[in-house]
């Protein structure tokens, strides 16, 4: 808010006063109705790419790595970064540049909004009229905000497009999305204000839940098992990690004070989160995306901490 108020000072008319004080109000409540969070006042386009290059962690699946899992800068969202090979389809994650041939510089805005939030694709698109596969979380994704669906969709025009073409998806059942049941009752820019409110949102665009609650026969169960942990992630399943890379289990993220997280501290779980380091020091594995989420503005960690502390507990 304080930044907010600054700029619009710095605007006044050169040489005169400052705007009428109900002016500077109605600006300023203007600036924060459409603040992404508290004292931040963004561009569409700023939102977008930090929504894509933190808690969405798009990059995590969408570029290219190297043998020793570092992503390949210069073909950002290119596609290719993680493959994936279950019982149900066998797909490589697609390149969501803007490259009309092999990418998404041919889809509409509305084109892509659809592929985020229902896992559509477009009727120009490979395969059309088929499904993404259930990795991509759309189900999840069915919560962004329409401004946020709009500043994503802005900051993916501007990555620079690489031509790469991926192998095509191998369907091998019908696409199935478990519903998430925040993302199916959704949120409102008011609720944000509301600092668990607000990390409900964060974990629930992030898909965190996803891989943290218990998951068997390829269903999730959210009822019971929210943030219960036990998914397991190993080579046979996900292809594109450093080589050395021997598989990863999703841990119990409830407030059980021994199962899960009750009995750590917030520092303890920003620590986990953002940087990868377990309660004893120990380097945490992928798929996580730490690296993305250690751009996260504090006040989103600690809403996202806020929520996790609301969580059943759970064994």
């Given at each position: ?235 046979d399943l996900v ?66 901490v806020a929520w ?8």
């Amino acid at each position: 808010m304080q930044r907010a108020i600054e700029t619009i000072a710095l605007e006044s008319p050169t040489g005169g006063q400052p705007r009428a004080a109900s002016m500077l109000v109605a600006v300023v409540i203007a600036a924060t109705a459409a603040c992404p969070g508290p004292g931040r006042a963004e561009t569409l386009l700023e939102r977008g790419s930090y929504l894509v290059n933190t808690i969405l962690a798009c990059a995590n699946c969408h570029t290219p790595k190297t043998a020793d899992g570092r992503a390949v800068e210069e073909k950002e969202l290119a596609g290719g970064g993680l493959s994936f090979t279950t019982p149900a389809f066998n797909v490589t994650a697609s390149n969501i540049t803007p490259d009309p041939e092999t990418g998404i510089g041919a889809w509409s805005d509305d084109d892509i909004k659809q592929a985020l939030t229902a896992g559509a694709r477009p009727a120009h698109a490979r395969l059309p009229g088929a499904p993404l596969a259930a990795v991509m979380p759309a189900g999840f994704y069915k919560a962004l905000l329409p401004r946020d669906l709009d500043a994503i969709v802005a900051y993916l025009r501007t990555v620079k497009p690489v031509r790469n073409a991926v192998r095509v998806p191998e369907y091998k059942a019908p696409v199935h999305r478990d519903a998430y049941p925040d993302a199916e009752a959704g949120f409102s820019e008011d609720s944000l204000r509301d600092p668990v409110k607000r990390g409900a949102y964060l974990v629930t665009i992030g898909h965190c839940m996803e891989c943290h609650s218990a998951w068997a026969r390829g269903i999730s169960d959210y009822a019971t098992g929210l943030g219960k942990g036990g998914r397991k992630f190993g080579p046979d399943l996900v292809q594109g990690f450093a080589a050395d890379w021997q598989g990863s289990t999703a841990p119990n993220i409830t407030s059980h004070t021994s199962k899960g997280i009750g009995g750590r501290s917030d520092a303890d779980i920003k620590r986990a989160m953002t940087q990868g380091l377990g309660w004893d020091g120990r380097v945490l594995k992928p798929p996580m995306g730490y690296a993305w989420y250690a751009g996260l503005h504090e006040e989103d960690v600690q809403a996202i901490v806020a929520w996790l502390r609301t969580v059943p507990p759970a064994e």
